[in-house]
């Protein structure tokens, strides 16, 4: 019963929200894992890492795609960004606030702030 009801939200939410929205809500989602792993416990910041890795690695995978309709100029910038990003995740420790205020200017730039 409970997955037709998160089954149903989600079409709503997918049928009143555009794409660029939605994507912007999942950087969102992992900019409130990074703030709630500052000065968390060793999981939360695993896991907000974690989180925050296979993101920018689907960016990056997506943005490599020769399919992807972005101008070429736009999708090598944001490939550098993410590389950029996974730098620092690599980095002893990674520089959580870099990482939120770099997620939190493409969630803005997604919503068109």
């Not at 990056?60 to 101008?71: C, H, I, K, Q, T």
Request: glycine content about 6%; proline content about 4%; cysteine-free.
């Amino acid at each position: 019963m409970s997955n037709t009801r998160a089954t149903l939200a989600y079409r709503r939410t997918s049928e009143t929200t555009s794409l660029r929205e939605q994507e912007a809500d999942v950087f969102r989602r992992v900019i409130g894992a990074l703030r709630g792993a500052e000065g968390g416990d060793i999981i939360r910041v695993a896991r907000a890492l974690a989180d925050t890795r296979r993101l920018w690695m689907s960016v990056e995978s997506a943005l490599r795609d020769p399919g992807n309709s972005l101008p070429a100029e736009l999708r090598a910038s944001l490939v550098s960004v993410a590389r950029t990003i996974q730098r620092e995740l690599d980095a002893i420790p990674p520089d959580i606030p870099f990482l939120i205020e770099m997620n939190e200017h493409v969630a803005a730039g997604l919503s068109g702030q």
